[in-house]
T-cell receptor, first 110, second 115 residues
Framework: DAKTTQPNSMESNEEEPVHLPCNHSTISGTDYIHWYRQLPSQGPEYVIHGLTSNVNNRMASLAIAEDRKSSTLILHRATLRDAAVYYCILRPPGNTPLVFGKGTRLSVIA | DTAVSQTPKYLVTQMGNDKSIKCEQNLGHDTMYWYKQDSKKFLKIMFSYNNKELIINETVPNRFSPKSPDKAHLNLHINSLELGDSAVYFC??????????????FGSGTRLTVV
Protein backbone atom coordinates (compact mmCIF):
# COMPACT_ATOMS: atom_id res chain seq x y z
CA ASP A 1 0.00 0.00 0.00
CA ALA A 2 1.20 3.50 -0.79
CA LYS A 3 2.05 5.30 2.40
CA THR A 4 1.20 8.69 3.77
CA THR A 5 3.08 10.85 6.25
CA GLN A 6 1.26 13.17 8.62
CA PRO A 7 2.37 15.14 11.66
CA ASN A 8 1.54 13.34 14.89
CA SER A 9 -0.30 16.31 16.33
CA MET A 10 -1.39 19.86 15.62
CA GLU A 11 -3.03 22.59 17.60
CA SER A 12 -5.39 25.32 16.49
CA ASN A 13 -7.29 28.17 18.04
CA GLU A 14 -11.04 28.09 17.81
CA GLU A 15 -12.55 29.89 14.82
CA GLU A 16 -9.25 29.98 12.96
CA PRO A 17 -8.49 28.03 9.78
CA VAL A 18 -6.58 24.78 10.08
CA HIS A 19 -4.35 23.28 7.40
CA LEU A 20 -3.61 19.61 7.94
CA PRO A 21 -0.78 18.41 5.67
CA CYS A 22 -0.23 14.96 4.20
CA ASN A 23 2.73 13.74 2.15
CA HIS A 24 2.29 10.84 -0.22
CA SER A 25 5.31 10.91 -2.48
CA THR A 26 4.79 7.33 -3.74
CA ILE A 27 1.20 7.87 -4.85
CA SER A 28 0.25 6.18 -8.10
CA GLY A 29 -1.78 7.81 -10.84
CA THR A 30 -4.96 5.94 -9.92
CA ASP A 31 -4.87 6.38 -6.15
CA TYR A 32 -7.61 8.52 -4.65
CA ILE A 33 -6.77 10.65 -1.63
CA HIS A 34 -9.25 10.15 1.20
CA TRP A 35 -9.55 11.97 4.50
CA TYR A 36 -11.35 10.62 7.53
CA ARG A 37 -11.55 11.80 11.09
CA GLN A 38 -12.27 10.04 14.35
CA LEU A 39 -13.79 12.00 17.19
CA PRO A 40 -13.24 10.70 20.72
CA SER A 41 -15.16 7.49 21.42
CA GLN A 42 -16.67 7.40 17.94
CA GLY A 43 -16.12 5.55 14.71
CA PRO A 44 -14.18 7.15 11.86
CA GLU A 45 -16.12 9.62 9.78
CA TYR A 46 -15.64 10.34 6.09
CA VAL A 47 -14.54 13.92 5.46
CA ILE A 48 -13.61 14.32 1.81
CA HIS A 49 -11.78 12.69 -1.06
CA GLY A 50 -10.27 13.67 -4.40
CA LEU A 51 -8.10 12.53 -7.27
CA THR A 52 -6.44 15.52 -8.95
CA SER A 53 -8.57 18.64 -8.56
CA ASN A 54 -9.24 20.53 -5.36
CA VAL A 55 -12.51 19.57 -3.71
CA ASN A 56 -14.90 21.40 -1.42
CA ASN A 57 -17.78 20.13 0.67
CA ARG A 58 -19.70 21.29 3.70
CA MET A 59 -17.11 19.90 6.10
CA ALA A 60 -13.80 20.89 4.55
CA SER A 61 -11.71 21.60 1.48
CA LEU A 62 -9.04 19.39 -0.02
CA ALA A 63 -6.14 20.99 -1.79
CA ILE A 64 -4.08 18.59 -3.90
CA ALA A 65 -0.61 19.52 -5.13
CA GLU A 66 -0.10 19.57 -8.87
CA ASP A 67 2.31 16.63 -8.71
CA ARG A 68 -0.10 14.87 -6.29
CA LYS A 69 2.74 14.09 -3.90
CA SER A 70 1.05 16.00 -1.12
CA SER A 71 -2.35 17.27 -0.09
CA THR A 72 -3.82 19.54 2.56
CA LEU A 73 -7.11 19.25 4.37
CA ILE A 74 -8.47 22.68 5.20
CA LEU A 75 -10.97 23.33 7.95
CA HIS A 76 -12.07 26.89 7.35
CA ARG A 77 -13.07 27.71 10.92
CA ALA A 78 -12.07 25.23 13.59
CA THR A 79 -14.56 24.56 16.35
CA LEU A 80 -14.12 22.56 19.54
CA ARG A 81 -16.09 19.79 17.87
CA ASP A 82 -13.38 19.43 15.23
CA ALA A 83 -10.92 18.06 17.79
CA ALA A 84 -10.21 14.58 16.46
CA VAL A 85 -7.64 12.34 14.81
CA TYR A 86 -7.49 13.09 11.08
CA TYR A 87 -6.40 10.35 8.72
CA CYS A 88 -5.07 10.85 5.21
CA ILE A 89 -5.44 7.62 3.22
CA LEU A 90 -4.58 6.57 -0.31
CA ARG A 91 -7.08 4.23 -1.90
CA PRO A 92 -5.93 2.26 -4.95
CA PRO A 93 -8.32 0.74 -7.51
CA GLY A 94 -9.92 -2.62 -6.88
CA ASN A 95 -11.34 -4.01 -3.69
CA THR A 96 -8.51 -2.96 -1.41
CA PRO A 97 -10.09 -1.62 1.77
CA LEU A 98 -9.03 1.56 3.50
CA VAL A 99 -5.75 1.22 5.37
CA PHE A 100 -5.45 3.62 8.28
CA GLY A 101 -2.14 5.07 9.48
CA LYS A 102 -1.50 6.94 12.70
CA GLY A 103 -3.15 10.17 11.61
CA THR A 104 -2.83 13.68 13.06
CA ARG A 105 -4.36 14.44 16.42
CA LEU A 106 -5.89 17.92 16.16
CA SER A 107 -6.47 19.87 19.36
CA VAL A 108 -8.65 22.98 19.26
CA ILE A 109 -8.18 25.62 21.91
CA ALA A 110 -11.01 27.87 22.99
CA ASP B 1 -32.05 6.72 11.70
CA THR B 2 -28.70 5.12 12.35
CA ALA B 3 -26.94 4.29 9.09
CA VAL B 4 -24.60 1.60 10.43
CA SER B 5 -25.62 0.15 13.76
CA GLN B 6 -23.66 -2.28 15.90
CA THR B 7 -24.81 -4.24 18.91
CA PRO B 8 -23.87 -4.48 21.63
CA LYS B 9 -22.05 -1.23 22.32
CA TYR B 10 -20.16 -2.75 25.23
CA LEU B 11 -19.31 -6.39 25.85
CA VAL B 12 -17.48 -7.73 28.89
CA THR B 13 -16.84 -11.45 28.94
CA GLN B 14 -14.52 -14.07 30.36
CA MET B 15 -11.69 -15.78 28.56
CA GLY B 16 -12.74 -18.85 26.67
CA ASN B 17 -16.29 -17.68 25.99
CA ASP B 18 -17.86 -17.37 22.54
CA LYS B 19 -19.51 -14.08 21.61
CA SER B 20 -21.07 -12.37 18.61
CA ILE B 21 -21.25 -8.76 17.49
CA LYS B 22 -23.98 -7.76 15.07
CA CYS B 23 -23.87 -5.09 12.39
CA GLU B 24 -26.61 -3.76 10.17
CA GLN B 25 -26.58 -1.00 7.57
CA ASN B 26 -29.64 0.66 6.05
CA LEU B 27 -27.78 2.54 3.33
CA GLY B 28 -28.19 -0.04 0.58
CA HIS B 29 -24.41 -0.41 0.35
CA ASP B 30 -22.85 -3.41 -1.37
CA THR B 31 -19.75 -3.83 0.76
CA MET B 32 -19.30 -4.23 4.50
CA TYR B 33 -16.18 -4.41 6.68
CA TRP B 34 -14.94 -5.23 10.13
CA TYR B 35 -12.08 -3.22 11.63
CA LYS B 36 -10.30 -3.68 14.95
CA GLN B 37 -8.88 -0.77 16.95
CA ASP B 38 -6.49 -1.86 19.66
CA SER B 39 -5.35 -0.04 22.77
CA LYS B 40 -2.72 1.85 20.76
CA LYS B 41 -5.54 3.19 18.59
CA PHE B 42 -4.40 1.53 15.37
CA LEU B 43 -7.33 0.68 13.08
CA LYS B 44 -6.81 -2.58 11.20
CA ILE B 45 -8.99 -4.17 8.57
CA MET B 46 -10.14 -7.68 9.45
CA PHE B 47 -12.72 -8.68 6.84
CA SER B 48 -14.50 -7.30 3.82
CA TYR B 49 -17.69 -8.64 2.27
CA ASN B 50 -19.22 -7.64 -1.05
CA ASN B 51 -22.81 -8.72 -1.67
CA LYS B 52 -22.56 -11.42 1.01
CA GLU B 53 -19.30 -12.82 -0.35
CA LEU B 54 -16.00 -12.66 1.48
CA ILE B 55 -13.47 -10.66 -0.54
CA ILE B 56 -10.85 -9.69 2.01
CA ASN B 57 -9.67 -11.80 4.92
CA GLU B 58 -6.61 -10.32 6.57
CA THR B 59 -4.41 -12.31 8.91
CA VAL B 60 -6.98 -12.94 11.57
CA PRO B 61 -7.15 -16.03 13.81
CA ASN B 62 -9.63 -18.70 12.76
CA ARG B 63 -11.49 -18.02 15.99
CA PHE B 64 -12.98 -15.01 14.21
CA SER B 65 -15.72 -15.92 11.76
CA PRO B 66 -17.76 -13.33 9.91
CA LYS B 67 -21.22 -14.18 8.64
CA SER B 68 -23.30 -12.21 6.17
CA PRO B 69 -26.89 -13.46 5.93
CA ASP B 70 -27.71 -10.68 3.47
CA LYS B 71 -25.94 -7.64 2.14
CA ALA B 72 -27.34 -5.42 4.89
CA HIS B 73 -25.87 -7.50 7.72
CA LEU B 74 -22.36 -8.58 8.66
CA ASN B 75 -21.98 -10.28 12.00
CA LEU B 76 -18.76 -11.21 13.74
CA HIS B 77 -18.54 -14.36 15.83
CA ILE B 78 -15.54 -14.92 18.06
CA ASN B 79 -14.76 -18.30 19.59
CA SER B 80 -12.60 -19.00 22.63
CA LEU B 81 -12.02 -15.37 23.48
CA GLU B 82 -8.53 -14.35 24.62
CA LEU B 83 -7.27 -11.35 26.56
CA GLY B 84 -5.66 -9.99 23.39
CA ASP B 85 -9.04 -9.79 21.70
CA SER B 86 -9.93 -6.84 23.90
CA ALA B 87 -10.38 -3.90 21.55
CA VAL B 88 -12.99 -1.75 19.89
CA TYR B 89 -14.50 -3.38 16.81
CA PHE B 90 -15.94 -1.19 14.09
CA CYS B 91 -18.28 -2.20 11.33
CA UNK B 92 -18.38 -0.13 8.15
CA UNK B 93 -20.07 -0.11 4.78
CA UNK B 94 -19.47 1.45 1.39
CA UNK B 95 -21.10 1.54 -2.01
CA UNK B 96 -19.19 -0.23 -4.74
CA UNK B 97 -15.49 -0.91 -4.83
CA UNK B 98 -12.68 1.59 -4.82
CA UNK B 99 -13.10 2.32 -8.51
CA UNK B 100 -16.14 4.31 -7.57
CA UNK B 101 -14.35 5.57 -4.49
CA UNK B 102 -17.29 6.31 -2.33
CA UNK B 103 -16.65 7.05 1.31
CA UNK B 104 -17.11 4.54 4.09
CA UNK B 105 -19.76 4.88 6.78
CA PHE B 106 -18.67 3.49 10.15
CA GLY B 107 -20.68 2.29 13.10
CA SER B 108 -20.04 3.65 16.57
CA GLY B 109 -18.07 0.60 17.63
CA THR B 110 -18.32 -2.28 20.07
CA ARG B 111 -15.92 -2.16 22.99
CA LEU B 112 -15.01 -5.75 23.83
CA THR B 113 -13.27 -6.43 27.14
CA VAL B 114 -12.06 -9.94 27.89
CA VAL B 115 -11.31 -10.62 31.54
Amino acid sequence: DAKTTQPNSMESNEEEPVHLPCNHSTISGTDYIHWYRQLPSQGPEYVIHGLTSNVNNRMASLAIAEDRKSSTLILHRATLRDAAVYYCILRPPGNTPLVFGKGTRLSVIA
Amino acid sequence: DTAVSQTPKYLVTQMGNDKSIKCEQNLGHDTMYWYKQDSKKFLKIMFSYNNKELIINETVPNRFSPKSPDKAHLNLHINSLELGDSAVYFCASSQGDSRSNYGYTFGSGTRLTVV
